[in-house]
């Protein structure tokens, strides 16, 4: 069936592709053409995240999985910064602070915020900036200045049923972290016993015009050690 076919049942609805809709599929496109994207998987055991959080429920306190997700990473690109930067035709760009780009669903459209130097930040003041632009995403009021300058971003779709994705690039970025949910499997431990591990779902997609595969997998496996070891401080 045609597009004019559809177009013309009663029941169908026409859905011009403009505004915020139109830049980031502008963008999207500008970003795959532009670049040599390629998407590594892993997971890894996030007990650790869990246990921090349900102690921190109980003390009342607001941080959660996500808040450590983005300090591990930005930790982890701070100890790798051959990866931390942006990437043109003819240079690399690369930034001795960390500014890791959030991206959030809004009724109009997808935003990504920056949390500046989250590689020095503590996390409450990471969880109070990100609480705080889920908040304005979501009303339209989030400033363009807060959406410019990322070194690196992450896109995470925890809460659905998506393990891995191959997330796109934000254009010039060199890499973007995709989170995916988490999910129980059975392993064994150093005494050989059965126990449950909860894994979270990691995809990272890097320019592979400027980035080859072992640093990337070894920027992933520094990931996964850093959320199975977590520490806030």
């Known amino acids: 069936m ?22 980031i599929a502008d963008k999207m496109m500008e970003s795959l053409a532009s670049s040599a994207q390629l998407t590594f998987h892993s997971e890894a055991d996030a007990g650790r995240l869990f246990e921090l959080r349900a102690g921190w429920k109980r003390e ?34 690369l930034s001795d602070a960390v500014h ?11 935003k990504t915020p920056v ?27 989030l400033q363009v200045s807060e959406m410019k300058g990322a070194t690196a971003t ?27 949910c988490v999910t129980p499997r059975l392993s064994l431990d150093a005494g050989r016993n059965v126990v449950e591990r909860q894994m979270l779902g990691l995809s990272l997609t890097v320019d592979h015009r400027v980035v080859d595969g072992e640093p990337a997998g070894r920027l992933l496996t520094r990931l996964c050690q850093e959320i199975e070891t977590f520490e806030p401080a």
């Open 100 to 110: 890791i780009a959030i991206a959030i669903a809004s009724k109009d459209g997808l």
């Open 60 to 93: 009342g306190l607001a941080s959660g999985i996500e808040d450590c997700l983005i300090m591990a990473f930005a930790r982890t690109l701070k100890a790798q910064p051959d990866l931390n930067g942006t990437a043109t035709r003819d240079e690399i760009l």
């Open 115 to 141: 949390i500046r130097d989250a590689d020095a930040k503590s996390l409450e003041a990471i969880t109070v900036e990100r609480k705080d632009f889920a908040t304005r995403a979501s009303t339209r009021k």
């Open 2 to 23: 045609t597009t004019t076919d559809i177009s013309s049942e009663a029941s169908a609805r026409v859905m011009r592709i403009s505004g915020v809709r139109r830049f």
């Open 154 to 180: 992450i896109s995470n779709l925890g809460t659905t049923r998506v393990q891995h994705f191959t997330p796109i690039l934000n254009n010039g970025q060199m890499v973007l972290l995709g989170i995916g």
